[in-house]
């Protein structure tokens, strides 16, 4: 499916969207204990060293501030909408010295790859588009600022106990649980758009989820008449993601088109649309994140189609199998306002990883 032109994705408009970034550029050069971290094989190193490495910045009243318990209901408390609708928690970046917002970046980029780590700092510089087209349509109300994001750790951060961190503001919501250096939950990870594309100015035609959408549409595209029968689930979109910022999934079986039903060619497609989620994070996570999907069974995966087939209008899809859940809605402000989200619904902050854990510990400590 070719791209219209008068559309640039995230990767070309990058240097017109980190012009305005502030803040987020300072993370360019990444901490070289994090590199070094890379190096040890262990996935969740470089984020514990990160982690740590912020901590050292912070003065003890901000350790405090920034550090929950683990096993404390704080961690499941999570959510895409403005601070002015969901109070958080946690420290502000907004508040922070350029060396504690510098490790706050540091501590991105251990966890997510280059595509995930821009897709991110976009989401919140695009803040500061979103206030100036609302003035300009006299339908502000609410703050719009690139710096109003939270940042909570659970736990202290540790090789061999669990801990985990959360990023979160206005259309972000990262959330990382680790139970041990080696074992690292990525979900839920909540990434939205608005709008999704720029209308105008310097970036017009930006596209920060273009591909999410493009992936999509080339699958549906694909499918013979019958297949994409099967895969339309409504004409009508919902207004937001289903599952919304659910604590665990709750959904029917699943629904739509399976891949057992799809070609080879169309299975690719599905699955370079999974990857595009799951490579959000490093090179690591991300590779045990696909094994574990592919070990399920990538026939068992459904993708499911819901509103209008032309681009522009209102649309939503799901890709949902045994351990997978992505859920795109575009709908809102005219079908120019993206809501995507990724659900492990086995191990979403963790749970199951933690489980087993302590069971294998339990088992250890009785042999």
């Known amino acids: 499916m070719t791209q219209p032109p008068e559309q640039i994705d995230f990767d070309r408009g990058t240097a017109l969207l980190l012009g305005l970034a502030g803040a987020s550029a300072l993370a360019l050069g990444t901490d070289a204990r994090v590199l070094a971290g890379e190096a040890t094989g262990s996935p969740g190193f470089p984020m514990l060293v990160a982690a740590q490495a912020f901590l ?3 003065s003890p009243e901000l350790q405090t501030q920034v550090t929950f318990p683990f096993e404390g209901e704080d961690r499941f408390r999570w959510h895409y909408i403005p601070q002015e609708m969901f109070p958080r928690k946690g420290v502000n970046i907004k508040d922070l010295t350029v060396a504690q917002r510098k490790a706050v970046h540091t501590l991105l980029r251990s966890a997510l790859s280059s595509q995930g780590y821009l897709k991110a700092t976009h989401i919140m510089q695009l803040e500061r588009i979103l206030g100036e087209i609302e003035k300009v349509m006299a339908t502000g109300g609410l703050h719009r600022d690139p710096e109003l994001y939270w940042l909570m750790l659970f736990g202290a951060p540790s090789r061999d106990k669990p801990w985990g961190w ?5 259309h972000l919501s990262l959330n990382f649980s680790a139970i041990t250096s080696e074992l690292i939950a990525t979900t839920p990870a909540f990434m939205g758009s608005n709008p999704a594309m720029v209308p105008d100015g310097a970036p017009a035609g930006l596209r920060i989820l273009g591909a999410e959408e493009d992936l999509a549409r080339e699958l549906l595209a694909s499918l ?3 297949r994409r029968a099967r895969a339309i689930i409504e004409t009508t979109a919902p207004q937001d993601i289903v599952t919304e910022n659910s604590r665990t999934v709750n959904l029917r079986a699943a629904m739509g088109l399976p891949a057992s039903a799809m070609t080879e060619t169309q299975r690719g497609l599905l699955w370079r649309l999974i990857e595009e989620y799951v490579q959000n994070m490093q090179r690591d996570l991300a590779y ?5 999907i592919k070990n399920a069974g990538i026939e068992k995966i459904h993708f499911a189609w819901a509103g209008s087939l032309e681009r522009g209008k209102e649309h939503y899809y799901r890709v949902h199998g045994p351990t997978l859940l992505i859920e795109y809605d575009n709908t809102q402000n005219n079908a ?11 191990d979403d902050f963790g749970v199951d990883l933690l489980r087993k854990h302590y069971e294998e510990s339990e088992h250890h400590r009785r042999s």
């Open 56 to 58: 050292e910045t912070l």
């Open 166 to 170: 959360r990023m979160e503001g206005h």
């Open 224 to 226: 013979e008449e019958s």
């Open 288 to 292: 045990m994140q696909l094994e574990k």
């Open 336 to 346: 120019n306002h993206i809501h995507a989200v990724w659900r492990d619904l086995e």
